[in-house]
């Protein structure tokens, strides 16, 4: 009883037994009493009644025994049961069953008769051993000239109900066995897949092996359970692949500007700090891969903070034409830098917007970045800036190599890399996956514009007004 396959058979056959037996019993009660017995005394009354009325139109039968005993082995064979003849005082004088013969002349008493015979009823009565029917016999005036009594097989009838209560006992067992047999395959429906679900589970906590995902099968309910489970652990595997590369990312991240650095401080203690063009190349080396390792730390806190909880927004006034007039100069210089093409569109009297202007920066750089990044020399890059009455429109498009439709819906995910991306091995593949959670928390929206081979456009697009009670307001 510890599976929980018996336990569901128990909790449907239980009821079902009890009821059962309760209608059977019920049953075979209902045929005794009501049916089978009612019939019974329905015919032997009225074979009673004829018998009676038989003997009262022979007045002879009173004063010949013999005759009396011919006609009721006569009447025997009309009415077939055994017949007992009483004069009025209850003396035996005949019988149909030669056995009664030593009975000749015995008085019986039928006691709580005498009310029932002055209305002319048949009653029940006891004749020695044997229940039967005693009808009183009267003349044309009335008279009681004696009784007849037939005897009727209630131990046969109580013989017959009894092989009933059997039968019913033996189909309503062969009934429950297939029901029983029925259950057994049903519940092995709902254990098959919650053993599977378990076993599955036990294999993941354990590690004992790679776990596959389980069969959707049983009923609705189980189904949504294993194509739950299918999918948490999909997103397990996912997340598990996510680790590693994580960790891949993050050696290779982390070894190449330490790496450097370890360079380029040991060609400044050989000596290179006392050639001045030399030591400006070095330090401005190191400056760079500083700055890789700058941007590699600020991807990693993003990640930690996105996981545990701990990201806050720091709301204040900002306005665009200013603001984005100093967060784009930078850029334009790296565009230059790799001599792409850099061309700004900002809309007159852009309203002002409530954000985090350093969250911000973060995102919408990481956008620039990816744009500055992939974009080849000679390429071209837009921004666009404009607003409408409700919200705020940064647009960054190239004309670099694009990104197919299939790789879309993926370069958001955390350490997702497009085909092209692996071109350029730097880069932990978290950059558009903090844009797009930064553009989020302000209640906006980033969307990709792509075609392979002729550039992409990333539209973001933020409320103009989102107050935050906890940040102080400041114009910047």
Known sequence: MNRLRYRLLLLGIAPLFVILLVVIFASSSLLRSQVILSNLLNDYSRQALLASELLANRPDVWQNRRLAQDILIRMAEIIPTRLLLFDPQGELIASSDSGDALLIGTRFEFPNTNDAFSQGNIVLAQVGNDE???????????????????????????????????????????????????????????????????????????????????????????????????????????????????????????????????????????GAAEETALRDELLQGMDQELRRLKRLTDELTHLHNQAFGAFELHYQTIHPTEWLSAFLAPWAQAAREKHQQWQVELSDNLPSLNADADRLAQALGNIIHNAIRYTPSGGKITIQAFADEVHFHFIVCDNGPGISPDEQSLIFEPFQRGSTAQRFPQGMGLGLTIARDLIHAHGGHIEIESIPGRGSCFKVRLPLHKSDPNAESQDR
Not at 146 to 172: H, Q
Not at 229 to 246: D, G, H, I, M, W
Not at 251 to 268: D, F, K, M, N, R
């Open 132 to 270: 039967g029917l005693l009808a009183p016999i009267r003349d044309s005036l009335n008279n009681l000239q004696g009784y007849i009594f037939l005897s009727t097989p209630f131990a046969e009838f109580t013989r017959r109900t009894t092989t009933l209560v059997w039968i019913l006992l033996l189909t309503g067992g062969a009934g429950l066995l297939l029901g029983v047999l029925l259950a057994l395959g049903l519940t092995q429906d709902i254990e098959r897949p919650l053993k599977h679900l378990s076993q599955t589970a036990y294999t993941l906590a354990l590690g004992i092996a790679p776990p596959q995902p389980i069969p959707e099968d049983g009923p609705q309910e189980l189904k949504l359970l294993a194509r739950t489970f299918n999918a948490f652990l999909e997103r397990l595997q996912t997340l598990e692949t996510s680790r590693k590369r994580l960790l891949a990312n993050l050696v290779h991240e982390l070894g190449t500007p330490l790496g450097a650095l370890i360079s380029a401080v040991q060609a400044l203690l050989s």
